[in-house]
């Protein structure tokens, strides 16, 4: 009887050994790979989200200097999907002054000072809004010269990427209340501009 327990335990121990050696053994199989992804180039572009007419709406004509809310919310969307980290801005220039018909024979809104603001909606990487008042430019024989362009969204290089989204129902209207009003409609155009490289005048909006 004792020697069957003791047959038992050398068996236990040659097994215990053999075991030690199959897992070293194991650690030579080790071995390495690589995975790798790449991506193509896309664009630059601003898109119409809603109603672009920038409108302030129809008031009363008075002697006293005011200054008109926008009574839209036009909403655009900046999409930066070139993979290049090189930032962009938005600018936007007025063309003639506010005016009951679009060349120089139409009765002109004197003075009036138009400022286009912007604000953040969402966006996927830091940017930045900013306030312009424009400089009408003039029209003359048919043919409308903008004004200066300002700086309303831009983003510095190594921001802006993905997409962002402005609205401007924060625009306001300074009209004096010297400038002589038609009981009518006034229009101007307004030209905006994406441009590929960050530009001054827009403050953070993280």
């Not at 008075?62 to 600018?91: E, Q, Y």
């Not at 400038?179 to 905006?192: C, D, H, I, R, V």
Request: aromatic share 4%; net charge neutral.
């Amino acid at each position: 009887m004792k020697k069957m327990v003791l047959g038992l335990m050398v068996v236990a121990g040659l097994l215990g050994t053999n075991t030690v050696v199959a897992n070293a053994a194991d650690t030579d199989n080790t071995n390495t790979s690589t995975g790798d992804v790449a991506f193509s180039s896309g664009t630059l572009s601003l898109s119409v989200v809603d109603n672009t007419n920038l409108s302030f709406g129809k008031s009363t004509i008075s002697a006293a200097d005011a200054t008109l809310n926008a009574s839209t919310t036009p909403t655009v969307k900046v999409s930066d999907l070139r993979g290049t980290n090189a930032g962009w801005s938005l600018t936007v220039a007025q063309g003639q002054q506010f005016n009951t018909k679009t060349d120089a024979s139409g009765s002109a809104l004197t003075k009036a000072a138009l400022t286009v603001a912007s604000t953040k909606v969402s966006s996927d990487s830091t940017v930045n809004t900013g306030n312009a008042t424009l400089t009408p430019g003039t029209t003359t024989s048919g043919t409308t010269t903008n004004g200066a362009a300002g700086t309303v969204a831009s983003a510095l290089a190594g921001d802006g990427n993905g997409i962002s989204t402005f609205t401007f129902g924060g625009s306001t209207l300074a009209v004096p209340g010297a400038t002589p009003k038609l009981a009518q409609g006034y229009t101007t155009t307004l030209t905006w501009n994406l441009g590929d490289t960050p530009s001054n005048g827009a403050t953070p909006s993280n």
